[in-house]
């Protein structure tokens, strides 16, 4: 079945503890994409990329880092998680270029401390 | 960057009525404009979706127009059902070769029986 993973699906962690929210896609996607969810500002991007090391920010990506060693993986590293980063995380992946669809992981809710 | 306004935030119509959603964007170089769908505790799955050469789509109870000159397009859903109640959002793409979408803040529609 053609799918995105994240694990962790629920997290609670304290300030300052680093942590790795994984995504994996099997459809051999080239581009892939993170996005954190609030309340009333919609879904916003993190970080994305167009193929494996090729790497970029988005919109929010302060207290975030990424990498893209394999195609089929793009794990979203938080260095030292802070309260404000308490929010709803999505990883997408679609075919390279725009216009492709994007499908979305299942999500990875999150709580600082 | 892209700007994408979405209205009205919050959307109650009873059942078999008309729901309409708007969208404005801010660059005109935008061309790209989908709409997904996201269910209570679910991820956000592509509805709809329109390019900039197309003025009109529709998929049996929904349809999507653009307009480019006023930089809005909106999403209508006719003979509304209970199971369309979630929340909506709009997004829209340049052309920059990545395909980041710019997502609107979200309507939550209810459909009342």
């Known amino acids: 079945e053609a799918q995105v993973t994240q694990n962790p699906r629920y997290l609670i962690t304290v300030t300052g503890k680093k942590l790795t929210v994984t995504c994996s896609q099997n459809m051999n996607h080239e581009y892939m994409s993170w996005y954190r969810q609030d309340p009333g500002l919609g879904l916003r991007q993190i970080y994305y990329s167009m193929n494996v090391e090729v790497t970029d920010k988005g919109d929010v990506p302060e207290g975030y880092k990424v990498s893209r060693k394999e195609k089929r993986n793009f794990p979203l590293i938080l260095e030292s998680p802070s309260p404000n980063q308490t929010s709803l995380y999505f990883c997408a992946s679609s075919t390279t270029g725009v216009g492709e669809t994007q499908y979305f992981g299942p999500g990875t809710r999150l709580l600082v401390l | 960057g892209e700007n994408v306004e979405q209205h009205p935030s919050t959307l109650s119509v009873q059942e078999g009525d008309s729901a309409v959603i708007k969208c404005t964007y801010s660059d005109s170089a935008s061309n790209y404009f989908p709409w997904y769908k996201q269910e209570l505790g679910k991820r956000p799955q592509l509805i709809i979706d329109?390019?900039?050469?197309?003025g009109e789509k529709k998929d049996q109870r929904i349809a999507v127009t653009l307009n480019k000159t006023a930089k809005h397009f909106s999403l209508h859903i006719t003979e509304t059902q209970p199971e369309d109640s979630a929340v909506y959002f709009c997004?829209?793409?340049?052309?920059?070769?990545?395909?980041?979408?710019?997502f609107g803040t979200g309507t939550r529609l209810t459909v009342i029986p």
């Open positions: 329109i390019r900039s050469n197309v």
């Open positions: 997004a829209a793409s340049r052309p920059t070769g990545a395909n980041n979408l710019f």
